[in-house]
Antibody
Framework: QVQLVQSGAEVKKPGASVRVSCKSSGYTSTSLGISWVRQAPGQGPEWMGW????????KYAQKFQGRVTLTTDTFTRTAYMELTSLRSDDTAVYFCTREFCDTTRCFGGDFWGRGTLVTVSS | QSVLTQPPSVSAAPGQKVTLSCSGSTSNIGNNFVCWYQQLPGTAPKLLIY???KRPSGIPDRFSGSKSGTSATLGITGLQTGDESDYYC???????????FGTGTKVTV
């Protein structure tokens, strides 16, 4: 069965960086990728970006451009999201989700990881 | 602020039907597929509807989706206490070049 297993909770100070991992299994596809979605306490989900599983294509939400980096290790099937210059309003649960995107748009995540809580506090 | 607007809350008795709305524009709902997600407290969103009206395997046919113009609707029939949850719509926004989620609707049974 499809599984996305994320790394554990993180506590960071303002100005620091955080890297969250997402290991996928249970499926093979040359047309899928991993999106990252965050959800601040009491807020709705917020899409951050997508990275292809197979050709390295990346899409970033404009809001996070320059501060987020998505990478993937195709051998271990692990995707990574690094967010820099952390602020208190970056405190959120960060989810990875399997998603299909073509050259112009994405179509919504189907399977989701359980989420990683990132707390930014001095 | 989200570009997709949902009513904050809806309530109905067990066994009844509810319809949840999601209002957008031509840059998002009007020209892209809509998904619907259910999110129980403390858990990840769960895909209920994709491509406007398709249900993934395992989702009961009590859940249905539709789209008309720049609005989408999720219907839930035969409400159960287990349906108490937050529900979000989602779609691509061509102006923002980003996937966007609605403001969310809390369903109370």
């Amino acid at each position: 069965q499809v599984q996305l297993v994320q790394s554990g909770a993180e506590v960071k100070k303002p100005g620091a960086s955080v890297r969250v991992s997402c290991k996928s299994s249970g499926y093979t596809s040359t047309s899928l990728g991993i999106s990252w979605v965050r959800q601040a306490p009491g807020q709705g989900p917020e899409w951050m970006g997508w990275i292809s599983d197979y050709n390295g294509n990346i899409k970033y939400a404009q809001k996070f451009q320059g501060r987020v980096t998505l990478t993937t290790d195709t051998f271990t099937r692990t995707a990574y999201m690094e967010l820099t210059s952390l602020r208190s309003d970056d405190t959120a649960v960060y989810f990875c989700t399997r998603e299909f995107c073509d050259t112009t748009r994405c179509f919504g995540g189907d399977f989701w990881g359980r989420g990683t809580l990132v707390t930014v506090s001095s | 602020q989200s570009v997709l607007t949902q009513p904050p809350s809806v309530s109905a008795a067990p066994g009844q039907k509810v319809t949840l709305s999601c209002s957008g524009s031509t840059s998002n709902i009007g020209n892209n597929f809509v998904c619907w997600y259910q999110q129980l407290p403390g858990t990840a969103p769960k895909l209920l509807i994709y491509e406007n009206n398709k249900r993934p395997s395992g989702i009961p046919d009590r859940f249905s989706g539709s789209k008309s113009g720049t609005s989408a609707t999720l219907g839930i029939t035969g409400l159960q206490t287990g349906d108490e949850s937050d529900y979000y719509c989602g779609t691509w926004d061509s102006s923002l070049s980003a996937y966007v989620f609605g403001t969310g609707t809390k369903v109370t049974v």
